[in-house]
């Protein structure tokens, strides 16, 4: 979408014509965009508007219904925060006592949204200027909320005291793993908190713990099972103190998991419960606190299952129940599902090197049963356990592989 599609969009027939289009369906989109020129329509609104219908669709699955009312970028929508995290986000803002935040780095304006929502006073700014339109007009219903396209960090921060920031990580459509090639650059941003204490920071989940401050709250989020990012939080925005922490939110509950400096899990035989921890968990580095939950044991020092002799209910696991245990080989492993009528097979790993697809062209699965198996190193010897998802008690675990 380019300036005039923008202009054309905002007017009162283009708003009109893009809250008037049906769902969005990606076989009826040419048909529609052509009967809507040939009702003497401007092109540009045409492609703009269907643009923008296919962008909120996509945006349902991060903010819900809002998504209806916004407009988007395909990168600001990529970047942008998901509503139900956005909403923690600013709830820290709020419980510290602040009033005023700045918004180095708004995109499309998802976390500005959510802390303007909250009561928050909102100054956000955003380098790209199209992107920067586009936030304000996100941002419509809320007074106090003002977009300013600049460079975040050239903001006056005088009057703030509250700082969020969220640096892009893509670049000519490729992910940035560099923090020194993030856009604004880690350690710029970082630099802000000598003179706003309260900063916060949402950052891809893959940062090795050595790189992270040694003064930052780190909280691994993830939603629904899939590791959404990091936050760094600082000054009154971490009333924990430094640390490691995750953030599990399924099924409309948020669960928080901090480690206990005192717990050292053991490494034992599989038990009658395997236990899958969830990804923001491994990634926090906190597998070991979640065998201390279940009462259990790590299967291996190095790989993130666990196991139990006793049944427990976990939000940071998915647990599974145990119903046989051999040592990994093809042939045995196949006539072992033969033998069982396995046709449909969900397999996954961890701690080696088998290629689940190429595996399962391998094992020619023939009959009209279920099952799970879970491919992993089990005292130094490659494995297989058959396991039984728990009916209701599954939280967040890993996807299957």
Not at 94 to 102: F, K, S, Y
Not at 206 to 218: E, F, Q, T, V, W
Not at 287 to 297: K, Q
Not at 371 to 400: K, M, N
Request: proline fraction near 6%.
């Amino acid at each position: 979408m380019d300036a005039d599609g923008l202009s054309r969009l905002l007017a009162p027939d283009g708003w009109a014509l893009l809250s008037a289009l049906p769902p969005y369906d990606e076989r009826l989109a040419m048909p529609l965009a052509e009967r809507l020129r040939a009702e003497g329509l401007h092109p540009s609104l045409v492609s703009a508007a269907l643009t923008q219908s296919r962008l909120r669709a996509k945006a349902h699955a991060k903010l819900g219904d809002f998504a209806d009312g916004m407009l988007f970028t395909p990168d600001g929508l990529e970047q942008a925060t998901r509503l139900e995290v956005a909403a923690h986000h600013a709830r820290r803002y709020r419980d510290a006592g602040l009033t005023h935040v700045a918004d180095l780095t708004c995109g499309i304006g998802a976390d500005a949204l959510a802390l303007a929502g909250v009561g928050l006073r909102v100054t956000a700014a955003e380098l790209d200027e199209m992107t920067a339109a586009i936030a304000t007009v996100n941002l419509r219903h809320f007074p106090e909320a003002v977009v300013r396209h600049t460079d975040g960090l050239t903001l006056d921060l005088s009057d703030v005291d509250g700082v969020f920031a969220d640096p892009a990580r893509r670049a000519g459509g490729s992910r940035v793993f560099d923090p020194r090639a993030y856009a604004p650059p880690l350690d710029a941003v970082l630099a802000v908190r000598d003179r706003v204490p309260a900063l916060g920071l949402k950052l891809g989940p893959g940062i090795a713990h050595k790189d992270l401050p040694a003064d930052a709250r780190a909280q691994w989020v993830s939603v629904g099972g899939d590791v959404v990012e990091l936050g760094l939080w600082f000054g009154p925005l971490a009333p924990e103190g430094p640390g490691r922490s995750a953030l599990v939110l399924a099924a409309g509950q948020a669960h928080v998991l901090a480690p206990d400096e005192l717990a050292h899990a053991q490494v034992g035989a599989v038990g009658a419960y395997l236990y899958e921890p969830d990804g923001a968990v491994i990634r926090a580095g906190l597998v070991g606190d979640v065998a201390l939950e279940v009462r259990g044991r790590l299967v291996d020092p190095t790989i993130a299952y666990v196991t139990s002799d006793e049944r427990h209910a976990t939000p940071f696991a998915t647990g599974y129940r145990v119903l046989d245990q051999m040592p990994f080989g093809l042939k045995r492993l196949r006539t072992y599902l033969r033998e069982h009528r396995v046709g449909r097979l969900t397999i996954k790993k961890r701690g080696t090197a088998v290629v689940p697809e190429q595996l399962r062209r391998q094992l020619d699965l023939r009959g009209d049963q279920e099952a799970t198996i879970v491919l992993t190193r089990l005292a130094g010897h490659q494995s297989v356990l058959v396991v039984d998802p728990l009916a209701g008690e599954q939280g967040a675990g890993g996807e299957d592989r």
